[in-house]
């Protein structure tokens, strides 16, 4: 009995152990790599953050599931990112007021610091309850805008009428805005049309989640997948590849520097960082 109990007490030992280390393992595997790149400063500059109002995980034509949302590190590695380099930053989604964040991406295993600095942060919290709905977004006045993903994301970017008139308005207005996106949040990007009612995306070389990744994690249910929505609006598609995609990471510009976007949650900081050196190096 004796050795009984303490072979079980050593078991719940190796799984507190395992469970206090996880978050460190899985960063060392490639979940959210620190960025280590160049920085800037862009003082004067205005950035938008735009995510998803679709707060639930189901089949399409469902209505329960679920909670799901904005993954929290798509909008606070941006966020942040901005904020520090001296940007006004605001944020803003499909139906406005409070954005749902996945509560899956903010359990501890995962979390990022930055998520950390949110949940610290009260200024950040009261943006996101009274997001811009994007309909009443002054697109026009940003030379940054980024779209951040999550599940929910599937759900409404790329159904967004507004959404696809935002991204082409920004990118024709006179601010030649720097356009942008994470994970599902190139979504956003699929049905903007040029002067000539083309696909405004077709032809630039670009990344999102991978089809791999999606499959992976066993969330197919969604309507739309980034990969193959971007491979059919004609772009030419780009990623990088590991034992799981979820630890993968891959950042594109295209070849004109008006669009930057990266491939999944591990990939918000290096885009947010390359969208500002490229505005930087442009004025």
């Keep these: 009995m004796k050795k009984l109990f303490y072979g079980l007490a050593g078991l719940i030992v190796l799984a507190g152990v395992f469970l206090v280390s996880l978050p460190t393992?899985?960063?060392?595997?490639?979940?959210?790599?620190?960025?280590?790149?160049?920085?800037?400063?862009?003082?004067?500059?205005?950035?938008?953050?735009?995510?998803?109002?679709?707060?639930?995980?189901?089949?399409?034509?469902?209505?329960?599931?679920?909670?799901?949302?904005?993954?929290?590190?798509?909008?606070?590695?941006?966020?942040?990112?901005?904020?520090?380099?001296?940007?006004?930053?605001?944020?803003?989604?499909?139906?406005?007021?409070?954005?749902?964040?996945?509560?899956?991406?903010?359990?501890?295993?995962?979390?990022?610091?930055?998520?950390?600095?949110?949940?610290?942060?009260?200024?950040?919290?009261?943006?996101?309850?009274?997001?811009?709905?994007?309909?009443?977004?002054?697109?026009?006045?940003?030379?940054?805008?980024?779209?951040?993903?999550?599940?929910?994301?599937?759900?409404?970017?790329?159904?967004?009428?507004?959404?696809?008139?935002k991204v082409s308005e920004s990118y024709y207005g006179d601010k030649a805005a720097m356009i942008g996106g994470v994970c599902h949040g190139v979504l956003g990007l699929v049905n903007a049309r040029d002067r000539d009612g083309e696909l405004l995306i077709a032809g630039r070389r670009m990344t999102g989640v991978t089809d791999k990744q999606i499959k992976e994690l066993g969330i197919e249910m969604t309507p739309l997948h980034p990969e193959t929505e971007l491979r059919k609006a004609g772009v030419v598609f780009e990623s990088q590849t590991a034992f799981r995609d979820l630890f993968a990471t891959h950042v594109s510009a295209d070849d004109e520097q008006r669009f930057v976007t990266g491939q999944n949650q591990n990939s918000g900081l290096e885009t947010a960082h390359t969208m500002m050196q490229i505005l930087s190096e442009r004025n």
């Design 25 to 165: 393992i899985l960063h060392k595997a490639g979940l959210h790599p620190e960025y280590n790149g160049p920085t800037t400063t862009l003082p004067g500059k205005r950035a938008l953050i735009i995510t998803t109002s679709h707060d639930v995980l189901a089949a399409p034509g469902e209505t329960e599931g679920p909670a799901t949302g904005v993954m929290a590190s798509e909008f606070t590695h941006p966020y942040y990112t901005f904020l520090d380099g001296g940007m006004e930053v605001d944020i803003a989604s499909i139906q406005g007021g409070e954005i749902p964040i996945d509560p899956q991406t903010l359990r501890f295993m995962i979390r990022s610091p930055e998520d950390d600095r949110y949940l610290n942060d009260a200024i950040a919290q009261a943006k996101v309850k009274n997001s811009i709905p994007i309909a009443e977004v002054d697109i026009d006045q940003y030379d940054i805008v980024f779209i951040s993903g999550g599940w929910g994301a599937a759900y409404d970017l790329a159904q967004s009428p507004e959404l696809a008139a």
